[in-house]
């Protein structure tokens, strides 16, 4: 009798079984075909056309009003959209400003910069957002940040490298406010408070060095700073001097333009200073225009942290033999962009060209050796001001000067 009643007991179970089972297989089945025939759960279907994205923006514009509980900035919305869809591209150097971002970006080029003065750029290898150089008495220099820290988080808010300019729009603000970074430095993380203020930039700095050595740093490559190469220049040309250290030690770039204008004042006329690449390969080459101004022994001197149009001059300096590249091997970004102002004021970055050096040499994500290497000590590295006596790479400039003729 036992036996009987358990065999039903589990006849029983295995029918219930069967029929969830069916019904569940029924239930999926109206389902697909429901979403099938209704163009999805929101009545679309994903496209790969422009066309389509604008019904499924369309649709998914409908369903926010009719449900969603919060505000909607159209505004903010259009420009979130336009975000993304240019970063979906996956080149990090490609990207969408707002009016507001682009204002910024004007500004900033015309040397008139409120927040803490820093230069960053792209740590590809790691997706973080590197410290290329603290602006000059700014708040980031008197804070001690220091070339080759990673920004982590900008008030408590992580970001990744590809995220460089939302991150940037972050640490701007008004003079008097307040932000706070997540540093990473040597696996070391580091809070930092620093107050917002006005920063003056200034492009060059110059001196006189033993032996009649001319000194000239240049921080970037931004608006005018070709201009105010050539007045210092001529400043320490007054001076007597008879040699010229050049320093773009980290230096993340600027302009093309600018670059390839200093590099003119060194190179013979018609010397080849840059060749570009279009997606099409179609090749365009650059060219100076006018006898050197400069005709003296040159030093350039480089390191991890020089790139984009730092590494312009350097390829122009070293294949025409115009200068001794003394230093580290360059950072490696060989890509051009490409600004618009948009009618409505935002703007849109491009990466449009590849560039090679005089000789065609490769520089995106190879960079430049230098034709003499000095490391600076380690202890060294995460200082922005070096005593001259300490900086190796400065005295092996000196000593390799006093060489020549």
């Known amino acids: 009798m036992e036996r009987n009643t358990a065999q039903k007991v589990y006849k029983w179970i295995m029918l219930i079984l069967i029929i969830i089972i069916i ?36 649709k998914f514009r409908t369903e926010l009003e009719e449900k969603y509980i ?20 996956g080149d990090p150097y490609t990207t969408y400003y707002t009016k507001e971002e682009m204002d910024e970006i004007m500004t900033e080029t015309e040397g008139n910069y409120v927040g803490i003065g820093i230069y960053m ?6 997706n973080a957002i590197l410290v290329v150089e603290p602006i000059q ?21 992580e970001f990744s490298g590809e995220e460089l300019d939302q991150a940037a729009n972050k640490i701007k603000g008004e003079a008097g406010t307040k932000v706070t970074l997540e540093i990473l430095r040597n696996e070391e993380t580091k809070t930092i408070e620093l107050t917002r203020r006005k920063v003056e930039i200034s492009h060059i700095t110059t001196k006189v060095l033993e032996n009649s050595i001319g000194y000239i740093a240049i921080s970037d490559f931004e ?6 190469f050539k007045t210092k220049y001529e400043e320490l040309e007054k001076k007597n001097i008879k040699k010229l250290i050049i320093d773009i030690r980290n230096n993340g770039g600027g302009i093309v333009d600018e670059a390839t204008e200093i590099a003119d004042f060194i190179t013979e006329k018609n010397s080849v200073l840059l060749i570009t690449k279009d997606k099409n390969e179609n090749e365009a080459i650059t060219k100076s225009k006018n006898k050197p101004i400069i005709n003296m022994p040159v030093v350039l001197l480089i390191n991890e942290y020089s790139a984009s149009a730092s590494e312009i001059l350097a390829g122009a300096l070293k294949d025409n033999q115009k200068a001794t590249l003394i230093g580290t091997k360059t950072y490696g970004k060989g890509v051009i962009q490409e600004l618009q102002r948009l009618s409505d004021g935002s703007g849109l970055k491009i990466t449009t060209n590849e560039y090679y050096t005089p000789n065609k ?23 922005t001001e070096i005593p001259e006596d300490k900086d ?3 005295q092996k400039a000196i000593e390799k000067l006093k060489e020549m003729n």
């Open 121 to 126: 750029t792209i740590d590809t290898e790691k």
């Open 23 to 58: 019904t569940s297989m029924i239930t999926a089945f109206a389902t697909y075909q429901y979403i099938t025939n209704n163009g999805g759960i929101l009545g679309y279907q994903k496209s790969d056309s422009i066309d389509g994205l604008e019904h499924t923006l369309s």
């Open 137 to 157: 008495n700014s708040p980031a220099e008197e804070a001690g940040i220091l070339p080759g820290d990673l920004i982590i988080k900008v008030n408590g808010e």
């Open 361 to 383: 040499n490769v520089i995106n994500k190879v960079g430049i050796e230098p034709d003499i290497k000095v490391e600076l000590p380690a202890e060294l590295q995460l200082q």
């Open 223 to 228: 608006g005018e700073c070709a201009n105010e």
């Open 392 to 394: 190796t790479q400065l």
């Open 70 to 89: 919060g505000e909607i900035n159209d505004e903010e919305l259009i420009d979130g959209a336009l975000k993304g869809y240019i970063s979906a591209l």
